[in-house]
């Protein structure tokens, strides 16, 4: 009888046993990143009127990157360059992990952050801001997800704010100093003339200082055409000759703006193409115009 009843309960610690394996073996593991108190390290890169960029290296992993760019509006977005980037998709769970010395305090939960197939992950400009204020607070905003190489891992990559606080103010600064137009916002510009004239409106004035301003910050222009038109008072000939005349004009500001003078392409169409009627002051006025057309050959050469 003690020999039968020993059987069944061999066989039940037999099979705890199992179990408690196999639940050890599914468990995932928790591959961790992060720059430790020596290595972490915040940069300030690209920090032009036209784009400024704040770095941190996370070694073996990739870096995190806050870009804020020239435009109407203030620009920001967080991404995170991977190394290896994504071989599937999935959600990046974004959280904010207090410090140490912050003992009983919840990690704060900041987004979701979707995950594609060979991309990085990014966020908007309201969660890369909300980043940015944990990480000047000391906390270390941290990305869980699951390894798309591995289904027995989970990755963990956190932003170490160690050193955090000298570049970010930098970064502001940056910012602050960014151009609050475009390259998409010059590259068709439309100048008004004053009557019978090569002189520009005021207006039109302050739109070309524009444009000589953004000149000094982008090198990567790969053409520049401009054509030019006049209203039809005056005699014909005499109207294209002041349409060469304002053409002659514009490009010798876009060579002294620093574009080469082989890229600039000019015409001159005198009484052509109007685009209004010409028994209006109104009419003539808009047909006095410089029709600008800038072409960049590549992403920003910044300066």
Not at 226 to 250: P, V
Request: charged share 20%; net charge neutral.
């Amino acid at each position: 009888m003690l020999g039968k009843s020993i059987r069944p309960l061999t066989y039940l610690m037999s099979s705890l046993l199992l179990v408690a394996s196999v639940q050890s073996i599914a468990r995932p593991s928790i591959r961790e990143y992060s720059a430790n108190l020596d290595s972490s390290s915040w940069q300030l890169k690209n920090a032009t009127a036209l784009e400024c960029k704040l770095v941190h290296a996370i070694p073996h992993f990739g870096q995190a990157v806050f870009v804020s760019k020239a435009g109407k509006d203030l620009s920001l977005r967080f991404e995170m360059q991977m190394i290896r980037q994504p071989d599937g998709y999935g959600l990046a769970q974004v959280v904010s992990v207090p410090p140490n010395w912050r003992s009983g305090e919840q990690a704060r939960p900041i987004a979701d952050m979707q995950l594609l197939k060979q991309f990085n992950g990014d966020l908007p400009k309201a969660k890369a801001s909300l980043m940015l204020t944990e990480l000047e607070q000391g906390y270390s905003p941290t990305l869980y997800f699951a390894d798309w190489y591995s289904p027995y891992d989970q990755i963990k990559a956190s932003l170490n704010p160690v050193r955090f606080s000298e570049s970010y103010y930098k970064f502001n600064d940056c910012v602050a100093s960014l151009l609050h137009y475009s390259f998409e916002d010059i590259a068709m510009t439309v100048l008004s003339y004053e009557s019978n004239s090569d002189a520009l409106t005021r207006e039109s004035q302050a739109r070309l200082s524009q444009i000589a301003e953004y000149l000094k910050h982008d090198k990567a222009i790969a053409r520049v055409e401009i054509d030019t038109y006049t209203d039809s008072y005056g005699g014909r000939w005499i109207n294209d000759e002041l349409s060469r005349k304002r053409a002659k004009t514009l490009k010798e500001f876009f060579v002294q703006a620093g574009v080469d003078a082989t890229v600039i392409n000019t015409e001159g169409f005198g009484e052509k193409r109007h685009v209004a009627a010409n028994d209006t002051t109104q009419g003539r006025a808009i047909n006095r115009r410089a029709v600008v057309q800038l072409v960049r050959s590549e992403a920003p050469v910044l300066q």
